[in-house]
Protein backbone atom coordinates (compact mmCIF):
# COMPACT_ATOMS: atom_id res chain seq x y z
CA UNK A 1 0.00 0.00 0.00
CA UNK A 2 1.65 3.22 -0.50
CA UNK A 3 1.38 5.55 1.88
CA UNK A 4 2.92 9.31 2.10
CA UNK A 5 6.23 10.12 2.45
CA UNK A 6 7.39 10.91 6.29
CA UNK A 7 10.35 12.72 5.76
CA UNK A 8 10.49 15.43 8.04
CA UNK A 9 10.05 18.72 6.62
CA UNK A 10 10.52 22.31 8.63
CA UNK A 11 6.68 23.31 9.10
CA UNK A 12 8.09 27.26 8.12
CA UNK A 13 8.07 25.37 4.46
CA UNK A 14 4.66 24.54 4.32
CA UNK A 15 3.38 28.51 4.65
CA UNK A 16 4.81 29.01 1.77
CA UNK A 17 3.39 26.45 -0.49
CA UNK A 18 0.09 28.69 -1.65
CA UNK A 19 -1.13 28.76 -5.12
CA UNK A 20 -3.15 32.20 -6.61
CA UNK A 21 -7.02 32.35 -6.12
CA UNK A 22 -8.41 31.51 -9.66
CA UNK A 23 -8.96 34.35 -12.24
CA UNK A 24 -11.49 31.91 -14.31
CA UNK A 25 -13.39 29.04 -13.86
CA UNK A 26 -17.42 28.27 -13.37
CA UNK A 27 -18.83 28.20 -10.16
CA UNK A 28 -21.33 25.68 -9.17
CA UNK A 29 -23.83 26.34 -7.10
CA UNK A 30 -26.88 23.68 -5.89
CA UNK A 31 -29.45 24.24 -3.01
CA UNK A 32 -27.68 27.74 -1.48
CA UNK A 33 -24.35 25.85 -1.71
CA UNK A 34 -21.45 26.07 -3.82
CA UNK A 35 -20.78 22.41 -4.89
CA UNK A 36 -17.56 20.92 -5.75
CA UNK A 37 -16.70 18.57 -8.62
CA UNK A 38 -17.62 15.27 -6.54
CA UNK A 39 -21.24 17.45 -5.44
CA UNK A 40 -20.16 18.16 -1.84
CA UNK A 41 -21.43 21.34 -0.48
CA UNK A 42 -19.29 23.52 1.94
CA UNK A 43 -20.63 23.83 5.02
CA UNK A 44 -18.07 23.75 7.57
CA UNK A 45 -15.35 25.90 7.74
CA UNK A 46 -12.47 25.50 9.91
CA UNK A 47 -10.42 28.65 11.15
CA UNK A 48 -6.67 28.23 12.30
CA UNK A 49 -5.81 31.65 14.57
CA UNK A 50 -2.38 30.76 15.45
CA UNK A 51 0.43 28.60 15.04
CA UNK A 52 1.61 28.67 18.65
CA UNK A 53 0.62 26.00 21.02
CA UNK A 54 2.13 25.28 24.17
CA UNK A 55 1.76 21.04 24.01
CA UNK A 56 4.34 19.62 21.78
CA UNK A 57 2.36 16.58 21.20
CA UNK A 58 4.18 13.76 18.88
CA UNK A 59 1.84 13.38 16.16
CA UNK A 60 0.91 17.04 15.68
CA UNK A 61 3.92 19.44 16.88
CA UNK A 62 6.72 16.93 17.79
CA UNK A 63 9.62 18.63 19.57
CA UNK A 64 12.35 17.27 17.23
CA UNK A 65 10.68 19.37 14.19
CA UNK A 66 9.64 22.49 16.37
CA UNK A 67 12.81 23.12 17.86
CA UNK A 68 13.75 26.35 19.41
CA UNK A 69 14.71 27.44 15.75
CA UNK A 70 11.13 27.24 14.52
CA UNK A 71 10.15 30.36 12.87
CA UNK A 72 6.66 30.93 13.71
CA UNK A 73 4.61 33.34 12.02
CA UNK A 74 4.66 37.42 12.76
CA UNK A 75 1.65 39.07 13.67
CA UNK A 76 1.68 40.75 10.91
CA UNK A 77 1.22 37.93 8.86
CA UNK A 78 -1.71 36.40 10.50
CA UNK A 79 -5.04 37.30 9.43
CA UNK A 80 -6.41 39.93 12.03
CA UNK A 81 -10.30 39.60 13.49
CA UNK A 82 -11.38 42.33 10.90
CA UNK A 83 -10.40 39.76 8.13
CA UNK A 84 -11.18 36.54 9.82
CA UNK A 85 -14.80 38.01 10.28
CA UNK A 86 -15.18 39.18 6.73
CA UNK A 87 -14.23 35.91 5.13
CA UNK A 88 -16.55 33.97 7.44
CA UNK A 89 -19.77 36.10 6.47
CA UNK A 90 -19.29 35.81 2.85
CA UNK A 91 -18.45 32.04 3.24
CA UNK A 92 -21.88 32.22 5.41
CA UNK A 93 -23.54 34.33 3.02
CA UNK A 94 -22.79 31.23 0.27
CA UNK A 95 -23.81 28.26 2.51
CA UNK A 96 -21.68 27.58 5.76
CA UNK A 97 -23.54 26.75 8.48
CA UNK A 98 -20.59 25.41 11.10
CA UNK A 99 -17.34 27.60 12.41
CA UNK A 100 -14.55 26.01 14.26
CA UNK A 101 -11.80 27.76 15.53
CA UNK A 102 -8.75 25.79 15.90
CA UNK A 103 -4.60 26.81 16.05
CA UNK A 104 -2.17 25.73 16.97
CA UNK A 105 -3.78 26.16 20.42
CA UNK A 106 -6.40 28.98 19.69
CA UNK A 107 -6.75 30.29 23.29
CA UNK A 108 -3.44 31.01 23.11
CA UNK A 109 -4.51 34.11 20.59
CA UNK A 110 -4.62 37.10 22.48
CA UNK A 111 -8.75 38.28 22.49
CA UNK A 112 -10.03 35.08 21.28
CA UNK A 113 -13.20 36.16 23.14
CA UNK A 114 -13.40 39.07 20.53
CA UNK A 115 -13.27 37.04 17.43
CA UNK A 116 -16.24 34.73 18.71
CA UNK A 117 -18.21 37.35 19.85
CA UNK A 118 -17.98 38.94 16.23
CA UNK A 119 -18.50 35.29 14.22
CA UNK A 120 -21.37 34.37 16.82
CA UNK A 121 -23.05 37.63 15.44
CA UNK A 122 -23.40 36.10 11.83
CA UNK A 123 -26.66 35.20 10.62
CA UNK A 124 -27.53 32.39 7.53
CA UNK A 125 -29.31 33.88 4.99
CA UNK A 126 -32.53 32.79 6.43
CA UNK A 127 -31.77 34.56 9.53
CA UNK A 128 -30.48 31.32 11.76
CA UNK A 129 -27.35 31.77 14.22
CA UNK A 130 -24.17 29.52 13.27
CA UNK A 131 -23.11 26.71 15.15
CA UNK A 132 -19.66 28.11 16.37
CA UNK A 133 -17.45 25.40 18.22
CA UNK A 134 -14.00 25.46 19.41
CA UNK A 135 -10.76 22.55 19.57
CA UNK A 136 -8.57 23.16 22.44
CA UNK A 137 -6.32 21.27 24.35
CA UNK A 138 -7.79 22.51 27.25
CA UNK A 139 -5.17 23.83 28.94
CA UNK A 140 -6.13 27.20 29.55
CA UNK A 141 -9.82 26.41 29.60
CA UNK A 142 -10.56 27.03 33.24
CA UNK A 143 -9.13 30.22 32.98
CA UNK A 144 -11.11 31.01 29.88
CA UNK A 145 -14.52 29.40 29.74
CA UNK A 146 -16.35 32.27 31.22
CA UNK A 147 -15.30 35.06 28.95
CA UNK A 148 -15.56 32.23 26.11
CA UNK A 149 -19.64 31.67 27.31
CA UNK A 150 -19.95 35.37 27.45
CA UNK A 151 -18.60 36.09 23.86
CA UNK A 152 -21.62 33.24 22.60
CA UNK A 153 -19.67 30.11 21.82
CA UNK A 154 -21.79 26.68 22.85
CA UNK A 155 -19.25 24.06 22.25
CA UNK A 156 -15.75 22.79 22.93
CA UNK A 157 -14.05 20.23 22.10
CA UNK A 158 -10.88 19.07 24.25
CA UNK A 159 -8.30 16.96 22.88
CA UNK A 160 -7.49 14.38 25.78
CA UNK A 161 -5.46 11.40 24.93
CA UNK A 162 -5.29 10.09 27.96
CA UNK A 163 -6.23 10.14 31.24
CA UNK A 164 -3.00 8.55 32.97
CA UNK A 165 -0.75 11.18 34.18
CA UNK A 166 2.43 9.33 32.62
CA UNK A 167 0.63 8.62 29.31
CA UNK A 168 -0.55 12.41 28.72
CA UNK A 169 2.25 13.80 29.67
CA UNK A 170 4.16 11.42 27.26
CA UNK A 171 1.72 12.41 24.51
CA UNK A 172 1.91 16.49 25.33
CA UNK A 173 5.79 15.83 25.51
CA UNK A 174 5.66 19.09 27.77
CA UNK A 175 4.49 17.82 31.35
CA UNK A 176 1.10 19.23 31.09
CA UNK A 177 -1.02 16.91 33.66
CA UNK A 178 -4.29 15.80 32.43
CA UNK A 179 -6.00 16.68 35.62
CA UNK A 180 -6.14 20.56 35.08
CA UNK A 181 -7.24 19.63 31.22
CA UNK A 182 -9.74 17.61 33.50
CA UNK A 183 -10.51 20.64 35.41
CA UNK A 184 -10.75 23.04 32.84
CA UNK A 185 -13.55 20.58 31.46
CA UNK A 186 -15.23 21.05 34.34
CA UNK A 187 -15.34 24.64 34.22
CA UNK A 188 -16.89 24.17 30.59
CA UNK A 189 -19.82 21.99 31.63
CA UNK A 190 -20.29 24.61 34.79
CA UNK A 191 -20.62 27.47 31.93
CA UNK A 192 -23.03 25.54 30.49
CA UNK A 193 -20.62 24.43 27.38
CA UNK A 194 -21.39 20.96 25.18
CA UNK A 195 -18.57 19.13 25.78
CA UNK A 196 -16.75 16.70 23.48
CA UNK A 197 -13.60 14.90 23.78
CA UNK A 198 -11.08 14.30 21.17
CA UNK A 199 -8.96 10.85 21.98
CA UNK A 200 -6.18 9.65 19.06
CA UNK A 201 -5.74 6.34 19.55
CA UNK A 202 -2.33 5.04 18.79
CA UNK A 203 -0.85 1.68 19.07
CA UNK A 204 1.33 0.49 21.77
CA UNK A 205 0.67 3.96 23.58
CA UNK A 206 -3.08 4.85 24.32
CA UNK A 207 -5.52 1.65 23.37
CA UNK A 208 -6.17 0.93 27.27
CA UNK A 209 -6.85 4.30 27.61
CA UNK A 210 -10.25 3.98 25.42
CA UNK A 211 -11.90 2.92 28.56
CA UNK A 212 -10.91 4.82 31.25
CA UNK A 213 -11.80 7.81 29.22
CA UNK A 214 -15.40 6.44 28.31
CA UNK A 215 -15.40 5.45 32.23
CA UNK A 216 -14.55 9.14 32.93
CA UNK A 217 -16.88 10.70 31.01
CA UNK A 218 -19.91 8.15 31.36
CA UNK A 219 -23.18 10.22 32.71
CA UNK A 220 -21.19 13.75 32.52
CA UNK A 221 -22.80 14.59 29.07
CA UNK A 222 -19.45 14.69 27.50
CA UNK A 223 -19.09 12.80 24.28
CA UNK A 224 -15.66 11.21 23.84
CA UNK A 225 -14.61 10.55 19.89
CA UNK A 226 -12.17 7.93 19.70
CA UNK A 227 -9.87 8.78 16.33
CA UNK A 228 -8.14 6.85 14.28
CA UNK A 229 -4.53 7.90 14.25
CA UNK A 230 -3.47 9.66 10.84
CA UNK A 231 -0.84 10.61 8.21
CA UNK A 232 -1.29 14.35 8.60
CA UNK A 233 1.58 16.26 8.12
CA UNK A 234 4.80 14.98 7.53
CA UNK A 235 6.74 15.38 10.95
CA UNK A 236 5.22 12.65 13.06
CA UNK A 237 6.91 9.30 11.04
CA UNK A 238 2.96 8.24 10.57
CA UNK A 239 2.76 3.95 10.19
CA UNK A 240 -0.01 2.00 9.90
CA UNK A 241 0.89 -0.58 12.07
CA UNK A 242 0.24 2.21 15.00
CA UNK A 243 -3.46 2.63 13.65
CA UNK A 244 -5.90 1.13 16.27
CA UNK A 245 -8.65 0.80 14.25
CA UNK A 246 -12.17 1.74 15.36
CA UNK A 247 -14.29 -1.72 15.54
CA UNK A 248 -11.21 -2.76 17.82
CA UNK A 249 -11.98 0.78 20.23
CA UNK A 250 -15.46 -0.46 19.76
CA UNK A 251 -14.59 -3.83 20.91
CA UNK A 252 -13.01 -3.10 23.45
CA UNK A 253 -15.38 -0.45 25.22
CA UNK A 254 -18.28 -2.99 24.30
CA UNK A 255 -16.63 -5.76 26.64
CA UNK A 256 -17.39 -3.36 29.60
CA UNK A 257 -20.43 -1.77 28.66
CA UNK A 258 -23.19 -3.34 26.26
CA UNK A 259 -23.73 -0.09 23.62
CA UNK A 260 -26.13 0.53 20.42
CA UNK A 261 -25.45 2.36 17.50
CA UNK A 262 -27.41 5.68 17.01
CA UNK A 263 -28.70 7.65 13.96
CA UNK A 264 -25.65 10.40 13.15
CA UNK A 265 -26.73 13.98 13.76
CA UNK A 266 -26.73 14.96 10.34
CA UNK A 267 -25.88 13.26 6.62
CA UNK A 268 -21.75 13.30 6.31
CA UNK A 269 -20.87 13.46 10.29
CA UNK A 270 -17.23 12.36 11.24
CA UNK A 271 -17.92 9.75 13.82
CA UNK A 272 -20.12 7.21 14.24
CA UNK A 273 -22.48 7.50 17.40
CA UNK A 274 -22.67 5.15 20.06
CA UNK A 275 -24.57 5.02 22.84
CA UNK A 276 -24.87 2.77 26.39
CA UNK A 277 -27.56 0.50 27.30
CA UNK A 278 -27.88 1.90 30.04
CA UNK A 279 -28.36 5.43 29.54
CA UNK A 280 -25.12 6.75 30.70
CA UNK A 281 -24.60 9.01 27.53
CA UNK A 282 -22.59 8.11 24.36
CA UNK A 283 -19.35 8.73 22.54
CA UNK A 284 -18.04 8.78 18.80
CA UNK A 285 -15.50 6.38 17.05
CA UNK A 286 -13.71 8.15 13.90
CA UNK A 287 -12.74 5.68 11.20
CA UNK A 288 -10.55 8.50 8.96
CA UNK A 289 -8.10 5.85 8.19
CA UNK A 290 -10.14 2.55 7.76
CA UNK A 291 -13.38 3.81 7.08
CA UNK A 292 -12.53 7.27 4.76
CA UNK A 293 -15.95 9.28 4.79
CA UNK A 294 -14.36 11.83 1.94
CA UNK A 295 -18.09 11.20 -0.05
CA UNK A 296 -19.68 13.24 2.11
CA UNK A 297 -16.60 16.08 3.35
CA UNK A 298 -17.97 19.92 3.29
CA UNK A 299 -15.27 20.84 5.35
CA UNK A 300 -12.61 23.30 4.07
CA UNK A 301 -9.62 25.17 6.25
CA UNK A 302 -8.32 28.13 6.32
CA UNK A 303 -5.21 28.94 8.24
CA UNK A 304 -4.14 31.64 10.40
CA UNK A 305 -2.99 33.47 7.55
CA UNK A 306 -5.01 32.94 5.13
CA UNK A 307 -4.61 30.28 2.98
CA UNK A 308 -7.65 28.35 1.97
CA UNK A 309 -6.63 24.27 1.96
CA UNK A 310 -9.65 22.00 0.83
CA UNK A 311 -8.51 18.60 2.72
CA UNK A 312 -6.40 17.98 5.53
CA UNK A 313 -4.02 16.06 3.46
CA UNK A 314 -3.48 19.38 1.32
CA UNK A 315 -0.04 20.24 -0.35
CA UNK A 316 -1.29 23.53 -1.17
CA UNK A 317 -3.53 26.17 0.06
CA UNK A 318 -5.14 29.31 -1.93
CA UNK A 319 -4.01 32.45 -0.82
CA UNK A 320 -7.00 34.69 0.09
CA UNK A 321 -4.58 37.19 2.06
CA UNK A 322 -2.94 38.93 -0.70
CA UNK A 323 -6.68 39.25 -2.06
CA UNK A 324 -8.01 40.81 1.08
CA UNK A 325 -4.90 42.87 1.73
CA UNK A 326 -5.11 43.81 -2.28
CA UNK A 327 -8.28 46.45 -1.79
CA UNK A 328 -10.38 43.18 -3.67
CA UNK A 329 -14.08 43.63 -3.02
CA UNK A 330 -16.62 41.21 -1.22
CA UNK A 331 -18.20 40.18 -4.75
CA UNK A 332 -14.66 39.22 -5.98
CA UNK A 333 -13.87 37.47 -2.89
CA UNK A 334 -16.99 35.34 -3.26
CA UNK A 335 -16.29 34.96 -6.34
CA UNK A 336 -13.40 33.43 -5.73
CA UNK A 337 -14.17 30.96 -3.22
CA UNK A 338 -16.95 29.81 -5.22
CA UNK A 339 -14.53 28.92 -8.30
CA UNK A 340 -11.85 27.33 -5.79
CA UNK A 341 -14.36 25.27 -3.93
CA UNK A 342 -16.31 24.11 -7.25
CA UNK A 343 -13.33 22.91 -8.69
CA UNK A 344 -12.49 20.76 -5.79
CA UNK A 345 -11.76 17.06 -6.17
CA UNK A 346 -9.66 16.04 -2.84
CA UNK A 347 -10.26 12.85 -1.55
CA UNK A 348 -6.92 11.84 0.50
CA UNK A 349 -8.30 9.31 2.46
CA UNK A 350 -10.31 7.03 -0.28
CA UNK A 351 -7.27 7.09 -2.57
CA UNK A 352 -4.80 5.98 0.99
CA UNK A 353 -7.71 3.31 1.64
CA UNK A 354 -6.68 2.02 -2.31
CA UNK A 355 -3.76 2.39 -2.21
CA UNK A 356 -3.72 5.35 -4.24
CA UNK A 357 -2.62 8.00 -2.04
CA UNK A 358 -0.42 10.55 -3.95
CA UNK A 359 3.36 9.95 -2.92
CA UNK A 360 4.20 13.85 -1.34
CA UNK A 361 4.81 15.98 1.79
CA UNK A 362 1.50 17.07 3.45
CA UNK A 363 0.58 20.59 5.51
CA UNK A 364 0.91 20.30 9.29
CA UNK A 365 -1.71 19.80 11.38
CA UNK A 366 -0.95 22.67 13.74
CA UNK A 367 -0.86 24.86 10.76
CA UNK A 368 -4.44 24.12 9.42
CA UNK A 369 -6.14 22.49 12.58
CA UNK A 370 -7.06 18.94 13.09
S1 LIG B 1 -9.17 13.11 3.48
FE1 LIG B 1 -9.64 15.22 2.84
S2 LIG B 1 -11.49 15.00 1.59
FE2 LIG B 1 -11.27 13.09 2.76
S3 LIG B 1 -12.51 13.42 4.62
FE3 LIG B 1 -10.41 14.04 5.13
S4 LIG B 1 -10.36 16.26 4.72
FE4 LIG B 1 -12.16 15.45 3.69
Redesign the pocket.
Known sequence: MAVARTIPIEPAENAIRTLPVPQTGDVTREGGFWRDRLGRPLHDLRISVTDHCNFRCRYCMPKEVFTSRHRFLAMTELLTFEEIERLAAIAVRNGVVKLRLTGGEPLLRRGIETLVERLAALRTPSGEPIDIAMTTNGSILAKKARALAEAGLKRVTVSLDAIDEDIFQGFNDVGFPAAKVLAGIDTALAEGFQVKVNTVVKRGVNEAETVRIAEHFRGTGVIPRFIEYMDVGTSNGWRMTEVVPSRETLDRIAERWAVDPIDPNYPGETASRWRYRDGAGEFGLIS?VTQ???RD?S?ARLSMDGRLYL???ATQGYDLRTMLRGGATDEEIETALGRIWSARE?????LRSLGLAPDRPKIEMSYIGG
Not at 346 to 350: F, I, K, L, N
Open positions: SAFCCRCLFDRYSE
